[in-house]
């Protein structure tokens, strides 16, 4: 998840999100320019498994099950720049009158014909890796109710999420002006994840990228989705790889029963508490090896580009879902 290569052009009335965080301002392309400088980090050998933290003693549990088994699109984030955690309130209503605005400017916005709706900003306490990382918070739209009597919200009809996981060495660079939160992740109409990209961008002087995952750290999710502990599976493992050909390109499905896939990692994962690239390229090979034996096709050859599991699926494009109950 290294790669933000983003396509450069200006802002549209078009309904993708991407055209509407692309028109920088002098500071996002400094910012941009000193991420292109060092976007070249070369993947560590070994990752850590993060363990159970104290944080989530104060997680609120009715807003992480919201957060579940839903499909979030996933975006990265430049700092926030003059962010106040203290300001919410007041950020939920200037975000309201700004989505009524642009609906009323005719711009694609799925909110409802009425405008009746209300924006909530809250934090997600919890949501973090270690002490130092800045609290993750909430979005979310909702239409009202209709009727006066009742003193309860409508259907959530948009919410995105803004969270920074173990960021030390992001943190170590950002000033005190700057908020750091550099993963977004949005579940909603694309039309109304645009013009909330498009109002933060203009309040905090922030830049959205679209975030794809590439094959490689596909990879390493399966490896380590595969090793979790699950109380029941509740789906297959399965992988998806495309083989690009004309005049269309061609998918291949490779499901596994979860048991076999955890038994297959198990004799290969030697050090517990961390994930070695050496073990991740094995667990790989072995189903490819499998595979060749089977249907004799080179898996190898081809481009993965969606895993699945009974914990969590991902997609090349940018799509997670969370599958733990």
Request: glycine share 4%.
């Given at each position: 998840m290294d790669s933000y290569d983003v396509p450069e052009s200006t802002p549209s009335a078009s309904s993708r999100p991407e055209d509407y965080f692309v028109g920088a301002t002098p500071l996002q392309k400094r910012l941009e320019s000193i991420r292109k400088q060092t976007s070249f980090i070369p993947t560590p050998p070994r990752r850590k498994v993060p363990q159970c933290s104290q944080l989530q003693e104060d997680v609120d549990?009715?807003?992480?099950?919201?957060?579940?088994?839903?499909?979030?699109?996933?975006y990265s984030l430049t700092p926030?720049?003059?962010?106040?955690?203290?300001?919410?309130?007041?950020?939920?209503?200037?975000?309201?009158?700004?989505?009524?605005?642009?609906?009323?400017?005719?711009?694609?916005?799925?909110v409802g014909e009425d405008f009746n709706i209300k924006v909530i900003f809250s934090t997600l306490l919890g949501m973090k890796g270690t002490q130092r990382d800045p609290e993750?918070?909430?979005?979310?739209?909702?239409?009202?109710?209709?009727?006066?009597?009742?003193?309860?919200?409508?259907?959530?009809?948009?919410?995105?999420?803004?969270?920074?996981?173990?960021?030390?060495?992001?943190?170590?660079?950002?000033?005190?002006?700057f908020t750091c939160l550099p993963l977004f992740l949005a579940n909603g109409a694309e039309s109304n994840t645009a013009i909330i990209g498009t109002w933060f961008?203009?309040?905090?002087?922030?830049?959205?990228?679209?975030?794809?995952i590439?094959?490689?750290?596909?990879?390493w999710m399966a490896a380590m989705w595969t090793a979790c502990k699950v109380d029941h599976y509740v789906a297959t493992t399965e992988f998806l790889w495309s083989v690009p050909c004309?005049?269309?390109?061609?998918?291949i499905s490779y499901a596994i029963h979860p048991e076999d896939a955890k038994a297959l990692w198990d004799s290969i994962h030697k050090t517990p508490g961390e994930v070695t690239q050496e073990e991740v390229d094995l667990f790989m090979d072995c189903l490819y090896s499998h595979f060749h034996r089977h249907f004799k096709i080179h898996l190898s050859a081809t481009r993965l580009v969606r895993?699945?599991?009974s914990v969590a699926s991902a997609h090349t494009d940018g799509k997670i879902k969370d599958s733990v109950s």
């Open positions: 549990p009715q807003k992480v099950a919201f957060l579940l088994h839903k499909q979030w699109t996933l926030l720049y003059k962010f106040s955690y203290s300001n919410l309130k007041e950020y939920s209503r200037l975000l309201n009158a700004f989505i009524v605005a642009e609906k009323q400017k005719g711009l694609a916005v799925e993750a918070f909430l979005v979310q739209i909702l239409s009202k109710s209709q009727l006066p009597s009742e003193n309860r919200e409508g259907k959530v009809l948009w919410t995105g999420w803004f969270c920074c996981i173990f960021g030390d060495s992001l943190l170590e660079t950002v000033s005190e002006d961008q203009k309040t905090f002087d922030c830049y959205f990228s679209p975030l794809t590439n094959a490689f750290n596909l990879s004309s005049p269309q390109s061609l998918d895993v699945s599991t």
